[in-house]
């Protein structure tokens, strides 16, 4: 199992350009996370889904947008990139939703928008 | 009001000690699962340790502990012997049912460890 995987592993973008991080999962895992990581401070949400056609808001999801055609994938869509996406994403799932599942990590994509 | 509080940014200890990362949350539900990551400097995100709201005993995983204290909402991680490899970013994590039955995770902002050799 490759577990959760993510491309790209670094990405600079333009201003205003858009681009798609890539989240791949092998365990069969109904839910899954994207998180973005900024210097000094933990993970915040960004979107999750429940499972594929099912997606919802966490806690930053301006200027994001996902989709979950399938159950292994779940891709993160920046659409006018600013300066303020600058930061490590991180794709993370699990096979539950309960409150004891931990979550699996994918390795992160840093992206910097200049 | 933040949900999990890490007061600790930098701590420090000198190898083969143990250690204390603090961690205190706020939730107001029965049912939650708390949870220790480590980040080393490579970037990725290992899960360490899990305590349930409702277990009595401390969990513990090899040099891991999680000192669980209910009353006083806090869920300290204990690092027992410390290695160099130890040095990493620790955070800690809470996943408490949202609306709808969700249990959405909340992270802390983390607490930088370095061991000293």
């Known amino acids: 199992n490759a577990g959760v995987t993510q491309t790209p592993k670094f990405r600079i973008l333009k201003i205003g350009q858009s681009m798609t991080l890539q989240c791949t999962q092998d365990m069969n895992h109904n839910y899954m996370y994207w998180y973005r990581q900024d210097p000094g401070m933990g993970l915040k949400l960004i979107y999750y889904s429940v499972g594929a056609g099912i997606t919802d808001k966490g806690e930053v999801p301006n200027g994001y947008n996902v989709s979950r055609s399938t159950t292994e994938d779940f891709p993160l869509r920046l659409e006018l990139a600013a300066p303020s996406q600058t930061s490590v994403y991180f794709c993370?799932?699990?096979?539950?939703?309960?409150?004891?599942?931990?979550?699996?990590f994918g390795p992160g994509t840093r992206l910097l928008v200049l | 009001a933040q949900k999990i509080t890490q007061t600790q940014p930098g701590m420090f200890v000198q190898e083969k000690e143990a250690v204390t990362l603090d961690c205190t949350y706020d939730?107001?539900?029965?049912?939650?699962?708390l949870f220790w990551y480590k980040q080393p400097s490579s970037g990725e995100m290992i899960f360490l340790i899990y305590q349930g709201s409702y277990d009595q005993q401390n969990a513990t995983e090899g040099r891991y502990s999680l000192n669980f204290q209910k009353a006083r909402k806090s869920a300290n991680l204990v690092i027992s012997a410390s290695q160099l490899g130890d040095s990493a970013m620790y955070f800690c994590?809470?996943?408490?049912?949202?609306?709808?039955?969700?249990?959405?995770?909340?992270f802390g902002r983390g607490t930088s460890l370095i061991v000293h050799p």
């Open positions: 993370a799932s699990t096979s539950s939703d309960s409150r004891q599942e931990t979550q699996y």
């Open positions: 994590a809470m996943r408490e049912a949202r609306g709808g039955g969700s249990y959405i995770p909340t």
């Open positions: 939730t107001s539900d029965p049912s939650y699962g």
